[in-house]
Protein backbone atom coordinates (compact mmCIF):
# COMPACT_ATOMS: atom_id res chain seq x y z
CA UNK A 1 0.00 0.00 0.00
CA UNK A 2 1.42 3.39 -0.98
CA UNK A 3 2.08 5.71 2.13
CA UNK A 4 -0.95 7.99 2.00
CA UNK A 5 1.00 11.45 1.85
CA UNK A 6 -2.14 13.75 0.51
CA UNK A 7 -3.89 12.47 3.19
CA UNK A 8 -0.81 13.12 6.14
CA UNK A 9 0.29 16.58 4.63
CA UNK A 10 -3.71 17.86 5.37
CA UNK A 11 -3.12 16.76 8.82
CA UNK A 12 -0.82 19.97 9.11
CA UNK A 13 -2.39 23.55 8.40
CA UNK A 14 1.79 25.20 8.44
CA UNK A 15 2.39 23.24 5.18
CA UNK A 16 -0.72 25.34 3.85
CA UNK A 17 2.30 28.40 3.07
CA UNK A 18 3.71 26.59 0.55
CA UNK A 19 6.65 26.24 1.96
CA UNK A 20 8.79 23.02 1.75
CA UNK A 21 9.65 22.43 5.50
CA UNK A 22 12.84 20.68 5.13
CA UNK A 23 13.86 21.60 8.68
CA UNK A 24 12.59 18.19 10.57
CA UNK A 25 15.43 17.60 11.90
CA UNK A 26 15.39 20.76 14.11
CA UNK A 27 11.61 20.51 14.85
CA UNK A 28 8.78 18.95 13.14
CA UNK A 29 4.91 20.94 12.29
CA UNK A 30 2.32 20.07 13.99
CA UNK A 31 -0.82 18.23 12.99
CA UNK A 32 -4.33 20.02 13.50
CA UNK A 33 -5.58 16.74 16.20
CA UNK A 34 -2.48 18.13 18.60
CA UNK A 35 -3.86 21.58 18.14
CA UNK A 36 -7.18 20.71 19.15
CA UNK A 37 -5.81 18.39 22.33
CA UNK A 38 -3.95 21.48 23.55
CA UNK A 39 -6.73 24.09 22.74
CA UNK A 40 -9.18 21.54 24.01
CA UNK A 41 -7.28 21.07 27.64
CA UNK A 42 -7.88 24.71 28.17
CA UNK A 43 -10.87 24.86 27.48
CA UNK A 44 -12.07 22.10 29.69
CA UNK A 45 -9.95 23.69 32.26
CA UNK A 46 -7.00 22.29 34.43
CA UNK A 47 -5.90 22.58 37.70
CA UNK A 48 -2.39 21.61 39.71
CA UNK A 49 -2.32 17.89 40.09
CA UNK A 50 -3.29 16.78 43.66
CA UNK A 51 -6.24 19.21 43.95
CA UNK A 52 -9.69 17.32 45.52
CA UNK A 53 -11.96 18.99 42.51
CA UNK A 54 -12.18 17.92 38.58
CA UNK A 55 -9.96 20.19 37.44
CA UNK A 56 -7.22 18.52 38.94
CA UNK A 57 -8.35 14.98 38.30
CA UNK A 58 -8.28 16.50 34.72
CA UNK A 59 -4.67 17.48 34.79
CA UNK A 60 -3.76 13.96 36.95
CA UNK A 61 -5.80 12.25 33.88
CA UNK A 62 -3.38 14.27 31.22
CA UNK A 63 -0.27 13.23 33.30
CA UNK A 64 -0.86 9.52 33.09
CA UNK A 65 -2.10 9.16 29.65
CA UNK A 66 0.96 10.82 28.35
CA UNK A 67 3.68 8.58 30.53
CA UNK A 68 1.19 5.55 28.75
CA UNK A 69 1.68 7.19 25.21
CA UNK A 70 5.10 7.84 25.68
CA UNK A 71 5.93 4.43 26.48
CA UNK A 72 3.62 2.87 23.91
CA UNK A 73 6.32 5.58 21.72
CA UNK A 74 9.36 3.51 22.82
CA UNK A 75 8.54 -0.10 23.94
CA UNK A 76 8.76 1.55 27.98
CA UNK A 77 6.92 1.19 31.13
CA UNK A 78 4.29 4.02 31.74
CA UNK A 79 5.82 4.12 35.72
CA UNK A 80 9.27 5.04 33.94
CA UNK A 81 8.27 7.99 32.27
CA UNK A 82 9.92 11.04 32.99
CA UNK A 83 8.33 14.46 31.94
CA UNK A 84 9.89 17.85 31.56
CA UNK A 85 10.75 20.52 29.29
CA UNK A 86 13.77 18.82 27.04
CA UNK A 87 15.83 16.66 27.02
CA UNK A 88 19.01 18.48 27.67
CA UNK A 89 17.50 19.46 30.72
CA UNK A 90 16.57 16.42 32.00
CA UNK A 91 20.17 14.81 31.01
CA UNK A 92 21.63 17.15 33.61
CA UNK A 93 19.25 16.38 35.69
CA UNK A 94 19.90 12.54 35.86
CA UNK A 95 23.91 13.05 35.19
CA UNK A 96 23.90 14.69 38.80
CA UNK A 97 22.11 12.23 40.35
CA UNK A 98 23.46 9.19 39.13
CA UNK A 99 26.87 10.60 39.62
CA UNK A 100 26.60 11.15 43.24
CA UNK A 101 27.46 7.27 43.31
CA UNK A 102 30.90 8.00 41.71
CA UNK A 103 34.23 7.73 42.44
CA UNK A 104 37.55 9.26 41.41
CA UNK A 105 38.89 6.77 38.62
CA UNK A 106 35.12 6.14 37.60
CA UNK A 107 34.60 6.45 33.95
CA UNK A 108 31.95 7.52 31.16
CA UNK A 109 32.14 6.09 27.61
CA UNK A 110 30.89 9.36 25.32
CA UNK A 111 30.97 9.58 21.45
CA UNK A 112 31.78 12.15 19.20
CA UNK A 113 28.84 11.28 17.04
CA UNK A 114 26.54 12.30 19.62
CA UNK A 115 24.77 15.74 20.19
CA UNK A 116 26.07 18.05 22.85
CA UNK A 117 22.99 17.07 25.26
CA UNK A 118 24.20 13.53 25.28
CA UNK A 119 27.88 15.14 26.01
CA UNK A 120 28.32 17.69 28.45
CA UNK A 121 25.96 16.50 30.97
CA UNK A 122 28.31 13.70 31.47
CA UNK A 123 31.56 15.67 31.34
CA UNK A 124 30.07 17.93 34.32
CA UNK A 125 30.02 14.68 36.41
CA UNK A 126 33.55 14.61 36.64
CA UNK A 127 34.08 11.20 35.70
CA UNK A 128 37.06 10.09 33.08
CA UNK A 129 35.91 10.64 30.03
CA UNK A 130 36.58 8.16 27.14
CA UNK A 131 35.50 8.72 23.65
CA UNK A 132 34.65 6.76 21.06
CA UNK A 133 35.50 8.31 17.49
CA UNK A 134 33.83 8.37 14.28
CA UNK A 135 34.76 7.53 11.13
CA UNK A 136 35.08 10.95 9.22
CA UNK A 137 34.40 9.53 5.62
CA UNK A 138 31.78 7.61 5.98
CA UNK A 139 30.13 8.94 9.06
CA UNK A 140 30.25 5.34 10.89
CA UNK A 141 30.41 4.56 15.09
CA UNK A 142 32.43 1.72 14.86
CA UNK A 143 31.16 -0.34 17.34
CA UNK A 144 34.80 -2.88 18.00
CA UNK A 145 36.20 0.46 19.52
CA UNK A 146 34.09 -0.17 22.57
CA UNK A 147 35.54 -3.51 23.54
CA UNK A 148 38.70 -1.57 24.56
CA UNK A 149 37.03 1.73 25.96
CA UNK A 150 34.93 0.18 28.66
CA UNK A 151 36.07 -1.43 31.28
CA UNK A 152 35.84 -2.09 34.86
CA UNK A 153 35.42 1.34 35.98
CA UNK A 154 33.09 2.50 33.31
CA UNK A 155 29.78 3.27 34.94
CA UNK A 156 27.74 4.34 31.43
CA UNK A 157 28.00 4.32 28.24
CA UNK A 158 26.27 7.43 26.79
CA UNK A 159 25.75 6.83 22.63
CA UNK A 160 22.72 8.07 20.23
CA UNK A 161 20.05 6.19 18.51
CA UNK A 162 20.65 8.24 15.41
CA UNK A 163 23.23 11.31 14.59
CA UNK A 164 21.19 14.73 14.32
CA UNK A 165 23.40 15.79 11.15
CA UNK A 166 24.50 12.86 9.21
CA UNK A 167 21.95 10.35 10.63
CA UNK A 168 24.05 7.47 11.17
CA UNK A 169 22.64 5.00 12.89
CA UNK A 170 25.30 3.16 15.09
CA UNK A 171 24.65 -0.17 16.40
CA UNK A 172 23.20 0.60 19.53
CA UNK A 173 22.50 -2.96 20.82
CA UNK A 174 25.98 -4.64 20.01
CA UNK A 175 26.74 -1.29 22.43
CA UNK A 176 24.57 -1.82 25.22
CA UNK A 177 25.43 -5.57 25.46
CA UNK A 178 29.26 -4.22 25.54
CA UNK A 179 28.45 -2.00 28.38
CA UNK A 180 26.31 -4.55 30.68
CA UNK A 181 29.14 -6.81 29.88
CA UNK A 182 30.89 -4.83 31.77
CA UNK A 183 28.15 -3.45 34.62
CA UNK A 184 27.59 0.08 32.97
CA UNK A 185 24.26 1.33 32.46
CA UNK A 186 23.60 3.46 28.67
CA UNK A 187 21.82 6.80 28.26
CA UNK A 188 20.47 6.32 24.69
CA UNK A 189 19.49 9.84 23.28
CA UNK A 190 16.67 8.56 20.82
CA UNK A 191 15.72 12.30 20.35
CA UNK A 192 16.64 12.28 15.88
CA UNK A 193 15.84 8.71 16.06
CA UNK A 194 12.13 8.15 17.43
CA UNK A 195 10.92 10.30 14.28
CA UNK A 196 12.28 7.93 11.81
CA UNK A 197 11.12 4.43 12.34
CA UNK A 198 9.83 2.13 14.70
CA UNK A 199 11.64 2.22 18.42
CA UNK A 200 12.21 -0.73 21.00
CA UNK A 201 14.09 0.41 24.05
CA UNK A 202 14.29 -2.90 25.27
CA UNK A 203 15.99 -4.55 21.76
CA UNK A 204 18.30 -1.43 21.69
CA UNK A 205 19.87 -2.15 25.64
CA UNK A 206 18.54 1.42 26.73
CA UNK A 207 18.93 1.74 30.51
CA UNK A 208 17.56 5.27 30.02
CA UNK A 209 16.08 6.09 26.52
CA UNK A 210 15.49 10.02 26.12
CA UNK A 211 12.93 11.48 23.24
CA UNK A 212 11.67 14.91 22.67
CA UNK A 213 7.96 15.17 21.44
CA UNK A 214 8.99 18.19 19.12
CA UNK A 215 10.79 16.10 16.91
CA UNK A 216 7.66 13.74 15.86
CA UNK A 217 4.81 15.95 15.39
CA UNK A 218 4.37 17.25 19.24
CA UNK A 219 4.86 20.28 21.65
CA UNK A 220 8.06 21.31 23.32
CA UNK A 221 8.50 18.55 26.02
CA UNK A 222 11.02 15.91 26.62
CA UNK A 223 11.11 12.51 28.10
CA UNK A 224 13.80 10.03 29.33
CA UNK A 225 12.34 6.46 29.72
CA UNK A 226 13.56 3.83 32.19
CA UNK A 227 13.09 0.58 34.06
CA UNK A 228 10.83 1.85 37.06
CA UNK A 229 13.20 -0.63 39.56
CA UNK A 230 16.11 1.39 38.24
CA UNK A 231 14.27 4.85 38.84
CA UNK A 232 13.82 3.65 42.23
CA UNK A 233 17.55 3.08 42.95
CA UNK A 234 17.89 6.84 41.90
CA UNK A 235 17.61 9.64 44.71
CA UNK A 236 17.60 13.03 42.64
CA UNK A 237 17.74 16.91 44.06
CA UNK A 238 14.04 17.67 44.60
CA UNK A 239 11.93 20.06 46.90
CA UNK A 240 11.34 19.01 50.08
CA UNK A 241 7.64 18.67 49.98
CA UNK A 242 7.70 17.19 46.02
CA UNK A 243 6.42 13.53 45.61
CA UNK A 244 9.37 11.30 46.46
CA UNK A 245 7.58 8.97 44.52
CA UNK A 246 8.69 7.26 41.02
CA UNK A 247 8.90 8.63 38.04
CA UNK A 248 7.65 11.67 40.26
CA UNK A 249 10.39 12.47 42.09
CA UNK A 250 12.56 13.06 39.25
CA UNK A 251 10.54 15.71 37.37
CA UNK A 252 10.60 19.50 38.93
CA UNK A 253 8.09 22.32 39.33
CA UNK A 254 4.01 22.35 37.78
CA UNK A 255 3.95 19.98 34.50
CA UNK A 256 2.50 21.74 31.34
CA UNK A 257 -0.51 19.97 31.33
CA UNK A 258 -2.09 21.13 28.17
CA UNK A 259 0.99 20.40 26.34
CA UNK A 260 1.55 16.59 27.48
CA UNK A 261 -2.34 16.53 26.20
CA UNK A 262 -0.73 17.37 23.11
CA UNK A 263 1.92 14.95 23.48
CA UNK A 264 -0.79 11.76 23.39
CA UNK A 265 -2.03 13.07 20.69
CA UNK A 266 0.98 13.56 18.74
CA UNK A 267 1.51 9.57 19.47
CA UNK A 268 -2.09 8.94 18.61
CA UNK A 269 -1.31 10.59 15.00
CA UNK A 270 1.42 8.83 14.46
CA UNK A 271 0.14 5.47 15.05
CA UNK A 272 -2.48 6.39 12.16
CA UNK A 273 -0.59 7.91 9.64
CA UNK A 274 -1.57 4.52 7.66
CA UNK A 275 -4.54 2.38 8.31
CA UNK A 276 -4.45 -0.22 10.44
CA UNK A 277 -5.48 -2.66 13.46
CA UNK A 278 -4.27 -3.97 17.22
CA UNK A 279 -2.94 -1.92 19.97
CA UNK A 280 -1.60 1.35 19.56
CA UNK A 281 2.19 -0.01 20.22
CA UNK A 282 1.27 -2.22 17.24
CA UNK A 283 0.12 0.39 14.88
CA UNK A 284 2.80 2.77 16.08
CA UNK A 285 5.23 0.14 14.75
CA UNK A 286 3.04 -0.85 11.53
CA UNK A 287 2.69 2.96 10.85
CA UNK A 288 6.53 4.43 12.03
CA UNK A 289 8.22 1.21 9.40
CA UNK A 290 5.89 2.53 6.66
CA UNK A 291 6.48 6.45 7.16
CA UNK A 292 10.13 5.44 7.31
CA UNK A 293 10.38 3.84 3.83
CA UNK A 294 8.68 6.90 2.43
CA UNK A 295 11.10 9.05 3.96
CA UNK A 296 13.98 6.96 2.70
CA UNK A 297 12.41 6.89 -0.66
CA UNK A 298 12.30 10.34 -1.08
CA UNK A 299 16.15 10.18 0.46
CA UNK A 300 16.98 8.20 -2.43
CA UNK A 301 16.30 10.62 -5.25
CA UNK A 302 17.33 13.72 -2.61
CA UNK A 303 20.63 12.14 -2.11
CA UNK A 304 21.27 11.14 -5.66
CA UNK A 305 20.36 14.55 -7.27
CA UNK A 306 23.03 16.51 -4.81
CA UNK A 307 25.82 13.60 -5.54
CA UNK A 308 25.74 14.44 -9.68
CA UNK A 309 26.18 18.35 -9.00
CA UNK A 310 29.69 19.23 -8.31
CA UNK A 311 29.74 22.35 -6.29
CA UNK A 312 28.16 20.29 -3.72
CA UNK A 313 30.16 18.62 -0.85
CA UNK A 314 28.22 15.65 1.59
CA UNK A 315 29.70 14.57 4.67
CA UNK A 316 29.17 11.10 6.01
CA UNK A 317 27.68 8.03 4.02
CA UNK A 318 26.60 5.25 6.51
CA UNK A 319 25.18 2.33 5.69
CA UNK A 320 22.26 2.69 7.80
CA UNK A 321 20.86 6.19 8.47
CA UNK A 322 17.95 8.02 8.91
CA UNK A 323 16.84 10.47 5.85
CA UNK A 324 19.22 13.81 7.12
CA UNK A 325 21.88 15.23 4.67
CA UNK A 326 24.74 17.40 5.88
CA UNK A 327 26.61 19.28 2.89
CA UNK A 328 28.59 22.74 2.00
CA UNK A 329 28.53 24.54 -1.49
CA UNK A 330 31.78 25.78 -2.90
CA UNK A 331 31.78 29.39 -2.72
CA UNK A 332 29.06 29.70 -0.76
CA UNK A 333 29.00 29.59 3.10
CA UNK A 334 26.29 27.22 4.64
CA UNK A 335 23.90 30.42 5.71
CA UNK A 336 24.09 32.01 2.52
CA UNK A 337 22.51 28.54 0.81
CA UNK A 338 20.02 28.51 3.63
CA UNK A 339 19.14 32.68 3.02
CA UNK A 340 18.93 31.48 -1.40
CA UNK A 341 16.61 28.74 -0.16
CA UNK A 342 14.60 30.19 2.14
CA UNK A 343 14.09 33.15 -0.85
CA UNK A 344 12.66 30.20 -3.08
CA UNK A 345 10.14 28.94 -0.21
CA UNK A 346 12.54 25.83 0.89
CA UNK A 347 13.39 25.93 4.93
CA UNK A 348 16.48 24.29 5.74
CA UNK A 349 19.25 24.87 8.87
CA UNK A 350 22.86 25.70 8.39
CA UNK A 351 25.54 25.39 10.99
CA UNK A 352 26.73 23.06 13.86
CA UNK A 353 23.30 22.15 14.86
CA UNK A 354 25.04 21.07 18.58
CA UNK A 355 26.81 18.33 16.78
CA UNK A 356 29.70 20.24 18.16
CA UNK A 357 32.47 17.18 18.56
CA UNK A 358 31.59 15.68 15.25
CA UNK A 359 31.64 19.09 13.24
CA UNK A 360 35.14 19.20 14.86
CA UNK A 361 36.14 15.84 13.47
CA UNK A 362 34.69 17.16 10.29
CA UNK A 363 37.03 20.65 10.95
CA UNK A 364 34.06 22.50 9.95
CA UNK A 365 33.16 23.75 13.28
CA UNK A 366 32.73 27.31 12.93
CA UNK A 367 30.91 27.36 9.59
CA UNK A 368 28.81 24.24 10.21
CA UNK A 369 27.05 22.86 6.99
CA UNK A 370 23.24 22.83 5.16
CA UNK A 371 21.34 20.55 7.21
CA UNK A 372 18.11 18.95 5.05
CA UNK A 373 15.93 16.93 7.10
CA UNK A 374 13.07 14.71 5.88
CA UNK A 375 10.05 13.44 8.05
CA UNK A 376 6.67 11.82 6.92
CA UNK A 377 4.97 14.90 5.71
CA UNK A 378 7.47 15.87 2.87
CA UNK A 379 6.70 14.96 -0.75
CA UNK A 380 8.44 14.65 -3.62
CA UNK A 381 7.85 18.26 -4.50
CA UNK A 382 9.65 19.28 -1.13
CA UNK A 383 12.98 17.89 -2.62
CA UNK A 384 12.71 18.85 -6.62
CA UNK A 385 12.32 22.16 -4.91
CA UNK A 386 15.28 21.92 -2.81
CA UNK A 387 17.52 20.15 -5.48
CA UNK A 388 16.32 23.33 -7.98
CA UNK A 389 17.42 25.70 -5.48
CA UNK A 390 20.72 24.07 -4.75
CA UNK A 391 21.79 23.66 -8.55
CA UNK A 392 21.24 27.33 -9.08
CA UNK A 393 24.14 27.85 -6.87
CA UNK A 394 26.30 26.13 -9.34
Not at 217 to 236: C, F, M, N, Q, W
Not at 321 to 328: G, K, N, P
Request: hydrophobic residues 45%; negative net charge.
Amino acid sequence: MPFPIEAVRAAYPALADGHAYLDGAAGTQVPQPVIDAIAGAYRGGLGNAGGAFPAARRSEAIVAACRQAVADLVGGHPDGVILGPNMTTLTYRLAGALSRGWGPGDEVVLSRLDHDANVRPWTATGATVRWAEVDPVTGELPVEQYARLIGPRTRLVAVTAAGNVLGTRPDVAAISALAHEAGALTYVDGVHATAHGPVDMRALGADFYATSAYKWSGPHVGAVVADPALLETIRPDKLAPAPDTVPDRFERGTAPFADLAGVSAAVDHLAGLVPGTGTRRERLTASLAAAEAHEMELFAVLLAGLETMPHVTLYGKPARRTATAYFTVAGRTPRQVAEHLAARGVNVWNGHNYAWELTGVLGIRESGAVRVGLVHYNDRSDVDRLLEGVAELR
